[in-house]
């Protein structure tokens, strides 16, 4: 069974950093599309961004130059550093993994399109 925990989230001051982690346990880990999305308060999911199976990284027009997606295979584990963080990226941050197309991010954008999920980690940027 898939399990994904996110950890990392908490409060920060506009233009500050925060790493989130996501630990995925219950599957080959590196054959998979990871993606990380948010949901603000009264919106709709966003994917964020997402990493393949190979590496190769997408990212949300509004974080990139300012968010980056990373993993570490041997420890089963999914990253997201936010740098520059503005009161817009307030949101809860969800990871979620995609295996239906092989992990190769075909339609990362889409919520629908992933097969599990995290429970989520609060993060608040105060102007």
């Known amino acids: 069974q898939v399990q994904l925990a996110e950890s990392g989230g908490g409060s920060v001051q506009a233009g500050g950093s925060l790493r989130l982690s996501c630990a995925a346990s219950g599957y080959t880990y590196s054959n998979y599309c990871m993606g990380w999305f948010r949901q603000a308060p009264g919106k709709e999911r966003e994917g964020v961004a997402a990493i393949d199976r190979d590496g190769s990284t997408d990212y949300a027009d509004s974080v990139k130059g300012r968010f980056t997606i990373s993993q570490d295979n041997a420890k089963n584990t999914l990253y997201l550093q936010m740098n520059s963080l503005k009161p817009e990226d307030t949101a809860t941050y969800y990871c979620?993994?995609?295996?239906?197309?092989?992990?190769?991010?075909?339609?990362?954008?889409?919520?629908?399109?992933?097969?599990?999920w995290g429970q989520g980690t609060l993060v608040t940027v105060s102007s």
């Open positions: 979620a993994a995609e295996w239906r197309y092989g992990g190769w991010c075909y339609a990362w954008e889409d919520v629908s399109a992933f097969d599990a």
